[in-house]
């Protein structure tokens, strides 16, 4: 009966999005963006939410120690789109134009419409496609995914949707952005990390607020 037990709660953490209670936190609550760096679009806090505008393939990442050597690890961003088409989390991000990405589009009700592409060197290929049902404009959404060396779990709102190994590779580690396209307008209330080498709370941030300062104590 016990083993029945834990092979149900084990097939219901694969279906069902469970993030960590220590895994990383990061909110726009204190007004600031000293951890982030933009990549073109325009990057604000309004009311402790970030407000994104983007013209095109413009992204907003995390500019911490080591990020750029993250390898496997886990995100949570919960955001809504006000304007545009589309938006969405590079993850895997070397910068702009090489980085995995997962979209969720607006206007592709009846067809696929969570998307993750892989872009090297400015080129797009899709990794995965599916579709999740109506998107609307001003509605709040969990974005999650997983990535264990090639391979990806995408959830919406908690609930697995895609499932997909990217046979072809090449993109072995990096940070996360987030990141529109053209006429894009979109809202982030809180972005969540946790795997190796990434700190599991913000507890230890100094008063400056100063997470970098918090990432090279702890790479120490």
């Not at 073109?40 to 500019?63: E, H, P, S």
């Not at 997962?102 to 797009?124: E, P, W």
């Not at 001003?138 to 990217?166: F, P, Q, R």
């Not at 987030?178 to 795997?195: A, D, I, R, W």
Request: hydrophobic share 40%; aromatic share 12%.
């Amino acid at each position: 009966m016990k083993s029945l037990i834990v092979s149900l709660l084990l097939g219901l953490s694969t279906l069902f999005w469970v993030f960590k209670a220590a895994a990383l936190d990061l909110d726009f609550k204190e007004g600031k963006l000293d951890d982030w760096k933009e990549v073109g679009g325009n990057w604000q806090i309004k009311n402790g939410v970030l407000v994104g505008t983007t013209a095109g393939y413009q992204d907003l990442f995390l500019n911490v120690k080591g990020a750029e050597k993250w390898t496997d690890y886990t995100f949570e961003v919960k955001g809504k789109l006000t304007a545009g088409r589309i938006w969405g989390v590079c993850f895997r991000y070397v910068d702009t134009m090489t980085n995995y990405r997962l979209n969720l589009y607006d206007d592709l009700d009846a067809v696929n419409n969570l998307y993750i592409y892989k872009r090297v060197s400015g080129n797009f290929s899709e990794v995965a496609k599916v579709p999740v049902g109506q998107i609307d404009k001003d509605t709040w959404y969990t974005l999650n995914l997983s990535i264990t060396g090639n391979a990806m779990k995408a959830y919406l709102n908690n609930d697995l949707k895609i499932e997909v190994e990217d046979k072809a590779g090449g993109i072995k580690e990096g940070t996360i952005a987030l990141e529109g396209e053209g006429g894009t307008t979109f809202h982030v209330e809180y972005v969540k990390l946790e795997g190796n080498g990434i700190p599991s709370s913000k507890s230890a941030v100094d008063s400056s607020g100063k997470l970098a300062t918090l990432w090279s104590a702890l790479k120490q």
